[in-house]
T-cell receptor
Framework: DVKVTQSSRYLVKRTGEKVFLECVQDMDHENMFWYRQDPGLGLRLIYFSYDVKMKEKGDIPEGYSVSREKKERFSLILESASTNQTSMYLC????????????????FGPGTRLTVL | AQKITQTQPGMFVQEKEAVTLDCTYDTSDPSYGLFWYKQPSSGEMIFLIYQGSYDQQNATEGRYSLNFQKARKSANLVISASQLGDSAMYFCAMREWGGSNYKLTFGKGTLLTVNP
C-alpha cells in the first residue's frame, strides 16, 4: 500500500513565523504535490515536483515555496505566515506515468490543519 | 468555467440503499482521466475509482461503480448497499493528459450522509 505521511496533523503558528510542512512517501513516486483545501473552494494546487530539485508552480503559489532534496520528501514552506494561510494542507504523490492509466492516481497524506493567529 | 461540477452539495441515503453522486466535466483534451476520492471527517483523501477517457467499460471497484457517459461529459459515482462508514465528502477530479504538471482539478465535493 502507498503510504504518504505528513509531519503534523494540527499546527498553530503566529503571523510572521516561518512554517515548514513536511511530507514523506514510501513508494518511490516521482511526482509529489501540495494542495490546500478551503471550504467552498475545494482543493487547489500550490506546487508540484516531478523530480528531485525540480518544481513547478500550481494555481496558488504566492506566499509559498517548496523544497525537494530527496525523492521521498517534499516540503512546503511558508516564509512569513499570514492569517489567510490558515487552511488544510494536503500532500500527494504519484508515479510519473507517461500514458493514460490508473497508475497516474495521486495518493494523499492525512493532511495538516494549519491555523495562523 | 468550472472544469469539474458537482451539483449536489449534500445527499442523504438510507443504509443498504444505492446512491448516485453526480459529476460533470469540461475539457477539450481527448485524453483524460477521471477520479473519485472519499474524504472522511478525519481529513485524508482516499482514492476510490478511476475511469480513463478511452476505457470502453465503466469502472467498478467493489461497491463503487462509475457511470461514464462520455458524450454527456458525466462521470457519476454509484455506491451500492450504502454503509454508515460511507458518510463522507466525495470529490470528483480530472487529469488532462495535455497538461504539463499532472495536475488534478477537483470539484467542490458532495457531502454524503448515510442514515441508519
Amino acid at each position: 500500500d502507498v503510504k504518504v505521511t505528513q509531519s503534523s496533523r494540527y499546527l498553530v503558528k503566529r503571523t510572521g513565523e516561518k512554517v515548514f510542512l513536511e511530507c514523506v512517501q514510501d513508494m518511490d513516486h516521482e511526482n509529489m504535490f501540495w494542495y490546500r483545501q478551503d471550504p467552498g473552494l475545494g482543493l487547489r494546487l500550490i506546487y508540484f515536483s516531478y523530480d528531485v530539485k525540480m518544481k513547478e508552480k500550481g494555481d496558488i503559489p504566492e506566499g509559498y515555496s517548496v523544497s525537494r532534496e530527496k525523492k521521498e520528501r517534499f516540503s512546503l514552506i511558508l516564509e512569513s505566515a499570514s492569517t489567510n494561510q490558515t487552511s488544510m494542507y494536503l500532500c500527494a504523490s504519484s508515479l510519473k506515468g507517461g500514458g493514460l492509466s490508473h497508475t497516474d492516481t495521486q495518493y494523499f497524506g492525512p493532511g495538516t490543519r494549519l491555523t495562523v493567529l | 468555467a468550472q472544469k469539474i461540477t458537482q451539483t449536489q452539495p449534500g445527499m442523504f441515503v438510507q443504509e443498504k440503499e444505492a446512491v448516485t453522486l453526480d459529476c460533470t466535466y469540461d475539457t477539450s483534451d481527448p485524453s483524460y482521466g477521471l477520479f473519485w476520492y472519499k474524504q472522511p471527517s478525519s481529513g485524508e483523501m482516499i482514492f476510490l475509482i478511476y475511469q480513463g477517457s478511452y476505457d470502453q467499460q465503466n469502472a467498478t471497484e467493489g461497491r463503487y461503480s462509475l457511470n461514464f457517459q462520455k458524450a454527456r461529459k458525466s462521470a457519476n459515482l454509484v455506491i451500492s448497499a450504502s454503509q454508515l462508514g460511507d458518510s463522507a465528502m466525495y470529490f470528483c477530479a480530472m487529469r488532462e493528459w495535455g497538461g504539463s504538471n499532472y495536475k488534478l482539478t477537483f470539484g467542490k465535493g458532495t457531502l454524503l450522509t448515510v442514515n441508519p
